[in-house]
């Protein structure tokens, strides 16, 4: 199982980035997915998950309108557009899964949001 992230990079207060996990190893499209990120000093936290076919999304509540998780099966990718950026979502952006009771991790992704 390999869970490769991009897309992170440096950006203004109020700009947008696309995020993309790259998934091999193992069937996507049987499985959820969700983004993690981790600010300096701080826990990791759930930012939004997706169901194996795509029909439900989650997010936690300080992402809620900014952000949109989606997937494309068919490239074993999920992504998140994140928009209307704030310097409180600079972080690592974690891609994750979870299969037979095994948590898998991506390497993660660097976003920072500052002017």
């Known amino acids: 199982v390999q869970l490769v992230e991009s897309g992170g990079s440096l950006v203004h207060p109020g700009g947008s980035l696309r995020l993309s996990c790259a998934a091999s190893?193992?069937?996507?499209?049987?499985?959820?997915m969700k983004w993690y990120r981790q600010a300096p000093g701080k826990e990791r936290e759930l930012v939004a998950g997706?169901?194996?076919?795509?029909?439900?999304?989650t997010y936690a509540d300080s992402v809620k309108g900014r952000f949109t998780i989606s997937r494309d099966n068919a490239k074993n990718t999920v992504y998140l557009q994140m928009n209307s950026l704030k310097a409180e979502d600079t972080a690592v952006y974690y891609c994750?899964?979870?299969?037979?009771?095994?948590?898998?991790w991506g390497q993660g992704t660097q976003v920072t949001v500052s002017s």
């Open positions: 190893g193992f069937t996507f499209s049987n499985y959820g």
């Open positions: 997706i169901s194996s076919a795509g029909g439900r999304t």
């Open positions: 994750y899964t979870r299969m037979s009771a095994i948590d898998y």
